[in-house]
């Protein structure tokens, strides 16, 4: 074969193979490293999310935790119904996440490091999130279940046991939104917004619901002051007549 037929307007094809199975055999010891990084990072944080999970059940964190309405919310989307499993999983992607962008760095292409280093940034976070919840959810499930102690199955009991974990589930998940910056702005003048009609409603219904019982209280004042002062005056009104008839 020629030269000439090599060569189609200009376009050398045999050194652009070249180039080509060059860049390739370039790259089988990148990819090689790649899957050997893959392969390292994915047994470690198999091990990982094994021993934490065997871990906090041994600690018995999902008894620890209670029944209350949250925890239960936690439980569906847990594997199996274990919050210690689902905190192993968690561990486990966080590692694989590592694990990838270590991998997509030694074969060296600018683009998805570039793209793996912005995830990687957003990683922290993700973490902080993650522990907001998880403490929501612990400080709620103590809520329900110190309410459900010190108040038991009364209507005032019922009330505290269902608001109080909401209100700190409610927070937790504008903590959560805050900290994942997804619209700041429309987060925060929602989170002023609520509390503000929150504020607003409590006022509202001492007001009305207690103007009763505040009037009340203001005339039992009231009339006792009276009572108070006509027993004084019957009390020093002998003792003006004794004065006046030893005059």
């Given at each position: 074969?020629?030269?000439?037929?090599?060569?189609?307007?200009?376009?050398?094809?045999?050194?652009?193979?070249?180039?080509?199975?060059?860049?390739?055999?370039?790259?089988i010891?990148?990819?090689?490293?790649?899957?050997?990084?893959?392969?390292?990072?994915?047994?470690?944080?198999?091990?990982?999310?094994?021993?934490?999970?065997?871990?906090?059940?041994?600690?018995?964190?999902?008894?620890?935790?209670?029944?209350g309405?949250?925890?239960?919310y936690?439980?569906?989307?847990?594997?199996?119904?274990?919050?210690?499993?689902?905190?192993?999983?968690?561990?486990?992607?966080?590692?694989?996440?590592?694990?990838?962008?270590?991998?997509?760095?030694?074969?060296?292409?600018?683009?998805?490091?570039?793209?793996?280093?912005?995830?990687?940034?957003?990683?922290?976070?993700?973490?902080?999130?993650?522990?907001?919840?998880?403490?929501?959810?612990?400080?709620?499930?103590?809520?329900?279940?110190?309410?459900?102690?010190?108040?038991?199955?009364?209507?005032?009991?019922?009330?505290?046991?269902?608001?109080?974990?909401?209100?700190?589930?409610?927070?937790?998940?504008?903590?959560?939104?805050?900290?994942?910056?997804?619209?700041?702005?429309?987060v925060?003048?929602?989170?002023?917004?609520?509390?503000?009609?929150?504020?607003?409603?409590?006022?509202?219904?001492?007001?009305?619901?207690?103007?009763?019982a505040?009037?009340?209280?203001?005339?039992?004042?009231?009339?006792?002051?009276?009572?108070?002062?006509?027993?004084?005056?019957?009390?020093?009104?002998?003792a003006?007549?004794?004065?006046?008839?030893?005059?």
């Amino acid at each position: 074969m020629s030269a000439a037929t090599m060569q189609l307007g200009g376009f050398d094809v045999l050194n652009s193979l070249e180039r080509a199975f060059t860049t390739l055999v370039d790259y089988i010891p990148r990819i090689i490293g790649a899957l050997i990084v893959l392969l390292i990072g994915y047994i470690i944080a198999r091990l990982l999310r094994t021993g934490l999970t065997k871990l906090f059940q041994k600690l018995r964190l999902d008894e620890k935790l209670g029944n209350g309405q949250p925890v239960q919310y936690l439980r569906r989307f847990s594997p199996g119904g274990s919050p210690s499993a689902l905190l192993g999983t968690i561990v486990f992607w966080l590692v694989m996440v590592f694990t990838i962008t270590s991998a997509i760095g030694t074969l060296g292409i600018p683009a998805l490091t570039g793209f793996m280093n912005l995830v990687l940034s957003y990683i922290p976070n993700v973490i902080a999130a993650i522990l907001i919840l998880l403490l929501a959810v612990a400080i709620a499930g103590a809520i329900g279940a110190i309410a459900q102690r010190a108040i038991g199955n009364t209507l005032l009991g019922r009330i505290v046991g269902s608001a109080g974990p909401a209100l700190v589930m409610v927070i937790a998940v504008f903590m959560i939104l805050t900290q994942l910056n997804i619209a700041p702005i429309i987060v925060s003048a929602t989170f002023i917004a609520l509390v503000g009609a929150l504020a607003l409603g409590s006022a509202l219904a001492f007001g009305l619901g207690g103007r009763d019982a505040a009037a009340e209280m203001i005339n039992a004042g009231y009339r006792r002051a009276q009572e108070e002062q006509s027993q004084s005056s019957t009390g020093n009104g002998p003792a003006e007549g004794r004065s006046s008839g030893q005059l």
